[in-house]
T-cell receptor, first 114, second 109 residues
Framework: DADVTQTPRNRITKTGKRIMLECSQTKGHDRMYWYRQDPGLGLRLIYYSFDVKDINKGEISDGYSVSRQAQAKFSLSLESAIPNQTALYFC?????????????FGSGTQLSVL | GQQLNQSPQSMFIQEGEDVSMNCTSSSIFNTWLWYKQDPGEGPVLLIALYKAGELTSNGRLTAQFGITRKDSFLNISASIPSDVGIYFCAGGDNNDMRFGAGTRLTVKP
């Protein structure tokens, strides 16, 4: 089984709809992240959480919200989806005990907003 | 904010050829990481670099942390078909890690 699991793998929705992307991990890591990937732009950080009571905005948080329901679960919501939120979304975890912040990624959720 | 420039954007090579790609930053970084993304999957860490001038290998992959701390290079020797994917550099500090736009590598058998 994957250490970082994202659901769904693919989602097509309409403009204005509320969407939730879910992430769960079995690595026991405290730190979790949401990134989006766009062609030619690489990976950009949306939100991150260092523990259950900690939520921080990333580089591109506008239009998104997150919830850290437990150490193992971190969900990303689009309250009112718009077409330019069409992208590949990745959840990641890391272990703060490591010297370097190595990220472990899920397999991604491809979101299309029509 | 910190800007990362990764080049080239894409490469088409024959199996067996060597590959080089690089990243430059407008700011000094304390850490450089190189990730590979296979089609349909999330990125996976290849190499981590901790200090200026460091040269680290992982099989056929070699990466270097530039002396100026503003650049890093990744070389792949004797490429094989499974090297296909997108390679990302990432740099910064623990709480502010930025990614390059990626280098898409295609290997022709």
């Amino acid at each position: 089984d994957a250490d970082v699991t994202q659901t769904p793998r693919n989602r097509i929705t309409k403009t204005g709809k509320r969407i939730m992307l879910e992430c769960s991990q079995t690595k026991g890591h405290d730190r979790m992240y949401w990134y989006r990937q766009d062609p030619g732009l690489g990976l950009r950080l949306i939100y991150y959480s260092f523990d259950v009571k900690d939520i921080n905005k990333g580089e591109i948080s506008d239009g998104y919200s997150v919830s850290r329901q437990a150490q193992a679960k971190f969900s990303l919501s689009l309250e009112s989806a718009i077409p330019n939120q069409t992208a590949l979304y990745f959840c990641a975890t890391s272990d703060p005990g490591q010297v370097i912040e190595k990220l472990f990624f899920g397999s991604g959720t491809q979101l299309s907003v029509l | 904010g910190q800007q990362l420039n990764q080049s080239p954007q894409s490469m088409f090579i024959q199996e067996g050829e060597d590959v080089s790609m690089n990243c430059t930053s407008s700011s000094i970084f304390n850490t450089w990481l190189w990730y590979k993304q296979d089609p349909g999957e999330g990125p996976v860490l290849l190499i981590a670099l901790y200090k200026a001038g460091e040269l680290t290998s992982n099989g056929r992959l070699t990466a270097q942390f530039g002396i100026t701390r503003k650049d890093s290079f990744l070389n792949i020797s004797a490429s094989i078909p499974s090297d296909v994917g997108i390679y990302f550099c990432a740099g910064g500090d623990n709480n502010d890690m930025r990614f390059g736009a990626g280098t898409r590598l295609t290997v022709k058998p």
